[in-house]
């Protein structure tokens, strides 16, 4: 388990990709980590999901700072595609299989 903090909520509009909803981390998402989920402590809950790692070069330095960010739940609940029949997730789940 890794501890973090949330440092903004924020639109991850990057080109070439439809902007969604997200939560930038104050720390690095390991090898391996996309995917786990993003907790809230108090009251125990799942916000989210990470999915990305980002480095930064600090201007006028070689510091660099990795920070990670996690699907906001809204945009998991509204992903669509050929493995949810192209309904938003949160519709296919609700399917009566």
Known sequence: MMKGYVTRLKLDDRPGRRPVRAYQLDMSALPGVSGSPLFRPQPLAVVGVVYLEQEITVPGSE???????????????????????????????????
């Open 63 to 97: 510091r660099v700072i990795g920070f990670a960010y996690a699907h906001h739940l809204s945009t998991l609940r509204a992903a669509s595609g050929t493995a949810t029949d192209n309904l938003p997730l949160a519709e296919y789940l609700a399917r009566d299989f």
